[in-house]
């Protein structure tokens, strides 16, 4: 089970900070990441992270902007938005995808390879 948590409304400029605990399954095997989806658009890639906490990628619209960590110990991840625009507003997933035959330093950043799906959180920029 994936949690969400974090969004709400901000500021064009603003900042924000999203979390994703989860439970239920061995977090440290798993590749975690964040997809978007706003509305009347297909859902996309914002970001994602291995299961050592390593190697992080982003969408291009995202470089520069984020920071994305994660707590194995804590079984919990924490992205941080800096710089929001308001083509940043979406409904904002967190997701897992498994890796333990792969190497630590594996990250996916299609959603095909992930099959644990957070219920969203909503990220409003106001202009």
């Known amino acids: 089970q994936l949690q969400a948590s974090g969004g709400g409304l901000v500021q064009a400029g603003g900042s924000l900070g999203l979390s994703c605990a989860a439970s239920g399954f061995r977090f440290s095997n798993y590749v975690m990441g964040w997809f978007r989806q706003a509305p009347g658009k297909e859902r996309e890639f914002v970001a994602a992270i291995s299961r050592d906490g390593e190697n992080t990628d982003c969408a291009d619209s995202l470089k520069g902007r984020f920071t994305f960590s994660r707590d194995n110990a804590e079984k919990t991840t924490y992205l941080h938005l800096n710089n929001l625009k308001p083509e940043d507003t979406a409904v904002y997933f967190c997701?897992?995808?498994?890796?333990?035959?792969?190497?630590?330093?594996?990250?996916?950043?299609?959603?095909?390879?992930?099959?644990?799906w957070g219920q969203g959180t909503q990220v409003t920029v106001s202009s």
């Open positions: 997701a897992a995808g498994p890796a333990v035959f792969r190497h630590t330093s594996t990250i996916y950043n299609s959603a095909r390879e992930l099959n644990l």
